[in-house]
C-alpha cells in the first residue's frame, strides 16, 4: 500500500531523496536520469502548450514573472520561461544545482529574481507574485498531503490569470515507488484527484508526444 510508502517513513523519503540528489551531476543529463537526449523534445512540447494558454486578453495567462520548482540546473528556466517571462524565480532542495544555475543560464541569468533553496513541502511561495508556477518531474518527491498543500500555496501565490502547470510522469496504474531516488509514480486518476483536494481545476491538458517507448507516459496539466 503505497501510504506506507509515502507517509509512513517521512523524514526517510525526503532524506534519502535529498541525499540521492546531492550525487547527481548538475548537468542536463543528470537532470533527466541519463535521457538528457529528450530535453529538445520535453522543451518544445512545453512551449507549445504554454503558448496556448499565455498573452493578452480575456482570460489568458499574463507574462511578467514564472517560478520553477524543483528546477535544478535552470534546464526548463533558461529554454521555456526566461524566453517568455521578464523574471523568472527558482527553487529546488540541492543547493550545488542552484549554484550551477547562476553558470548554465549565461548572461540571462540577471533576469533571474530569487533562488530559493528548500525542499517544497517547506516552501512558501509569495502571495500573488506568479503567472505561471511550472512544477516538472518533482511531484513524486512529495507525500500526497504535502503535494496537495503545496498546491493549495500555489494557487494563493498566482497573480490574475495565473496558472500553475505539472508536468510529470504518469504510472499505468496506482502508485509505483523508486526506491533509488526515494519517490513515488503516481496514475494520472490520483494526481487528478489530489489536484482536486487542492482545490484547483484543470483548464488544459495534454499528454508529451514523442518520448522514448520506455518511460513512463508524461501528461502536462494546467491548473488554476
Ligand atoms: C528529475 S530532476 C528535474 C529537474 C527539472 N525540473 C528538469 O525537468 O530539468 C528533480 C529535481 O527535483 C529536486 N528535488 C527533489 N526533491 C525535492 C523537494 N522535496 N523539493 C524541491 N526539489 C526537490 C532535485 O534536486 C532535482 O533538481
Excluded at 184 to 210: F, N, P, T, W
Aim: aromatic fraction near 8%; include cysteine.
Amino acid at each position: 500500500d503505497y501510504k506506507s510508502v509515502t507517509m509512513g517513513e517521512e523524514a526517510h523519503f525526503y532524506g534519502n531523496a535529498e541525499v540521492y540528489w546531492r550525487d547527481v551531476p548538475p548537468t542536463v543529463d543528470g537532470m533527466l536520469g541519463g535521457y538528457g537526449s529528450i530535453s529538445n523534445i520535453d522543451l518544445n512540447g512545453s512551449k507549445a502548450f504554454l503558448k496556448k494558454l499565455i498573452g493578452e486578453g480575456e482570460g489568458k495567462t499574463g507574462t511578467m514573472c514564472a517560478l520553477d520548482c524543483g528546477a535544478g540546473i535552470g534546464r526548463i528556466t533558461k529554454r521555456l520561461l526566461l524566453p517568455l517571462f521578464q523574471t523568472v524565480d527558482l527553487v529546488d532542495v540541492t543547493q550545488e544545482f542552484l549554484d550551477q544555475a547562476r553558470t548554465y543560464l549565461g548572461e540571462e541569468s540577471k533576469r533571474v529574481g530569487h533562488y530559493f533553496c528548500t525542499g517544497l513541502q517547506d516552501f512558501v511561495p509569495e502571495p500573488g507574485r506568479y503567472d505561471v508556477i511550472w512544477i516538472q518531474w518533482v511531484i513524486g518527491h512529495l507525500t500526497d498531503e504535502h503535494l496537495v498543500k503545496f498546491l493549495e500555496r500555489c494557487q494563493g501565490a498566482l497573480r490574475p490569470g495565473g496558472i500553475v502547470v505539472i508536468k510529470d510522469n504518469v504510472a499505468y496504474e496506482g502508485v509505483v515507488p523508486d526506491d533509488v531516488d526515494s519517490s513515488v509514480c503516481r496514475d494520472l486518476q490520483i494526481v487528478r484527484s489530489l489536484v482536486a483536494k487542492a482545490g484547483l481545476r484543470i483548464v488544459h491538458q495534454e499528454q508529451q508526444m514523442d518520448f522514448p517507448k520506455e518511460i513512463y507516459q508524461v501528461h502536462t496539466l494546467a491548473l488554476r
